[in-house]
């Protein structure tokens, strides 16, 4: 089956520590997102990568780095810089980041700081 | 700056009645308009999109949106709701000149009473 899988489905972090959430997609989609939602608020755009070695800022990029060094995976860390980390992530892709290109989404994961 | 307004955050509708869900965007050039669903415990899943030609866009599993580009809307309808329709939808744009960003509006909790 062709998909967007993310995991874990539930992280839990102590204050001060770094996590990496994990992305893979074999849609051999060129582009790759993440996104924070936060209750009442939508989505927000973290980063955004066209492709691979290649990645951008979106709205909210504080307190979080990415890296891409394949296509089918874009994994997003979330440091101690991040001051309100708790959250629920999705990651998504499309074939590329052209106008027509629909985005899909992963099942997301939620972290939780304690 | 590009925005999306979801009027309604909470709708309760009993089993078989009429759903309309409103969505208005800011943005004066070409746009692309999504409505997502996300399903208790589930990922968000596209459930219609617009790109162009008939105003009148039909997605899955009964839903319907109009697009009418005089009013910067794109609401969302269904004739007669069911219990599975329990869920939350978000109605997000994209246009032509950030076309990697889906603006994404905050999202309306829609629950159907048996």
């Known amino acids: 089956d062709g998909g967007i899988t993310q995991s874990p489905k539930y992280l839990f972090r102590k204050e001060g520590q770094n996590v990496t959430l994990s992305c893979e997609q074999n849609?051999?989609?060129?582009?790759m997102y993440w996104y924070r939602q936060d209750p009442g608020q939508g989505l927000r755009l973290i980063y955004y990568?066209?492709?691979?070695?290649?990645?951008q800022k979106g709205d909210i990029a504080e307190g979080y780095s990415v890296s891409r060094e394949k296509k089918e995976s874009f994994p997003l860390t979330v440091t101690s810089a991040q001051k309100n980390p708790t959250a629920f992530y999705l990651c998504?892709?499309?074939?590329?980041?052209?106008?027509?290109?629909?985005?899909?989404f992963g099942p997301g994961t939620r972290l939780t700081v304690l | 700056a590009q925005s999306v307004s979801q009027h309604n955050h909470h709708v309760i509708l009993s089993e078989a009645a009429s759903l309309e869900l409103g969505c208005n965007y800011s943005?004066?050039?070409?746009?692309?308009l999504f409505w997502y669903v996300q399903y208790p415990g589930q990922h968000l899943q596209l459930l219609l999109k617009?790109?162009?030609?008939?105003?009148l866009v039909k997605g899955i599993k009964g839903f319907e949106a109009e697009f009418i580009k005089s009013k910067f809307s794109f609401n969302l309808r269904k004739p007669s709701v069911q219990w599975s329709d329990t869920a939350e939808y978000f109605c997000?744009?994209?246009?032509?000149?950030?076309?990697?960003?889906?603006?994404f509006g905050s999202g309306t909790r829609l629950l159907v009473r048996p």
């Open positions: 849609l051999n989609h060129d582009a």
């Open positions: 617009y790109f162009s030609g008939d105003p």
């Open positions: 943005y004066g050039g070409t746009v692309n």
């Open positions: 997000a744009v994209n246009a032509i000149d950030s076309s990697y960003k889906l603006i």
């Open positions: 990568s066209q492709i691979v070695n290649d990645f």
């Open positions: 998504a892709s499309s074939m590329s980041l052209a106008f027509q290109d629909t985005q899909y």
